[in-house]
Every structure is written in structure tokens, then in C-alpha cells.
T-cell receptor
């Protein structure tokens, strides 16, 4: 079982629809990241969460630490939102140093006009 | 934020050869990370590169295959040695920025798309 699970794997929706992508994790974390990857490979950090909820424009990210679950929402979706959305976690380490991320497999989102 | 550049952006290499990928950051950072993304897969951490010490490799990755240099706080290289077609991937470097609440945002380079024939 992967330590970070995302659903759905693939999502096709019509322009304007409300989009939800889910992420569950099974390890202790210090933070959870939502990333966006466009065709061509470039990755952009959308959110970094340790608790609660964050909002940037039409994007909203929430996290429930007790349930080990996070969601990414897109309101009023647009074709330019088409990308792979990746959930990743910073594992809670003991040494105080930085750790790399553990990634989910990503959600391929297509927004049709 | 941090701006990261990588060279080369892509390459096609022959089996058995080696390729060195460069990662340059526009600010000094303590930790740099190297990831691999195989076709259709998510990213996997290869190693963490610390300035002034040996890189720390994840399970399944070894220094002989993926030697890393970290000569200063803004630069690192990853070499993919004795390549085989299974090494065809996107290789990305990443750094941690300074976020709020003590937790650090990740910034990624544009990636190096490697094809091994």
C-alpha cells in the first residue's frame, strides 16, 4: 500500500464545474503539499498545509490531521486548469533536518470547454 | 521563493554512457533534493544533497549509479552512470524555501528529460 494515496486517478469535467481531488496518507507528516505539473514536466507548488484550510484564487486546500486526509478543490474550473495535481507529504522526522517529499501518483485533470 | 535552472533540459543518450545534470539556484540553500519521474509514474526521491558532506541516498539508489556533487550552496550535479533504457526519466532538482509556521515550501527545477536508447 502506498503511503500517499490520491483519488481519482483521472478526472474529466466540463468548464465551470467544481472539482475535488482527495489525498490520504498513512505516515506521520510535518506538512502536506499540493503540486501542479503541466505537460512538459514543470512542477509548481500550489499549497503547503500543516492544518486547516488555505485559499488562493479559485483553489482551496483543506487538511484533517486526525483523519490523515486532504482535499484540493477548484471552483469555476477552466480548461487552463488541466494538469496533473500531485499530493506530497513531508514526513515527520526526528533529526530536525529536511526530508524530501513522498508523492502520490497524481490526478490527471482535464477540463473540457 | 527560489528560481531553479537545470541543464540540459533534455538529452538522448546511448546505453552505457553517463550524463551529468546541473542544477543552479538563485539563492543559497542548505538542502537540495534530486527526484526521478519515470514515464507515467510519480516522483521518487533519489537523494538529498548537503553542502560539504556526502549525499544521502534513498533505498534503491546508490552512489555508484547516481553520484552527486554539491560544491556550494547554490549548485549541485547529478550524474546518471552507465545508463540503460530503464534510466529514461525526467530528473528534477528541488529546494526548500522558507514558508510560514516553520514549514518549508518546495521549489522545483524545470526538469531534465532523459531518453536512453
Amino acid at each position: 500500500k502506498n503511503e500517499v494515496e490520491q483519488s481519482p486517478q483521472n478526472l474529466t469535467a466540463q468548464e465551470g464545474e467544481f472539482i475535488t481531488i482527495n489525498c490520504s496518507y498513512s505516515v506521520g507528516i510535518s506538512a502536506l503539499h499540493w503540486l501542479q505539473q503541466h505537460p512538459g514536466g514543470g512542477i509548481v507548488s500550489l499549497f503547503m498545509l500543516s492544518s486547516g484550510k488555505k485559499k488562493h484564487g479559485r483553489l482551496i486546500a483543506t487538511i484533517n490531521i486526525q483523519e490523515k486526509h486532504s482535499s484540493l478543490h477548484i471552483t469555476a474550473s477552466h480548461p487552463r486548469d488541466s494538469a496533473v495535481y500531485i499530493c506530497a507529504v513531508s514526513r515527520r522526522g526526528g533529526g530536525g533536518g529536511a526530508d524530501g517529499l513522498t508523492f502520490g501518483k497524481g490526478t490527471h485533470l482535464i477540463i473540457q470547454p | 521563493s527560489a528560481v531553479i535552472s537545470q541543464k540540459p533540459s533534455r538529452d538522448i543518450c546511448q546505453r552505457g554512457t553517463s550524463l551529468t545534470i546541473q542544477c543552479q539556484v538563485d539563492s543559497q540553500v542548505t538542502m537540495m533534493f534530486w527526484y526521478r519521474q519515470q514515464p507515467g509514474q510519480s516522483l521518487t526521491l533519489i537523494a538529498t544533497a548537503n553542502q560539504g558532506s556526502e549525499a544521502t541516498y534513498e533505498s534503491g539508489f546508490v552512489i555508484d549509479k547516481f553520484p552527486i556533487s554539491r560544491p556550494n550552496l547554490t549548485f549541485s550535479t547529478l550524474t546518471v552512470s552507465n545508463m540503460s533504457p530503464e534510466d529514461s526519466s525526467i530528473y528534477l532538482c528541488s529546494v526548500e524555501g522558507t514558508g510560514g509556521g516553520g514549514y518549508n515550501e518546495q521549489f522545483f527545477g524545470p526538469g531534465t528529460r532523459l531518453t536512453v536508447l
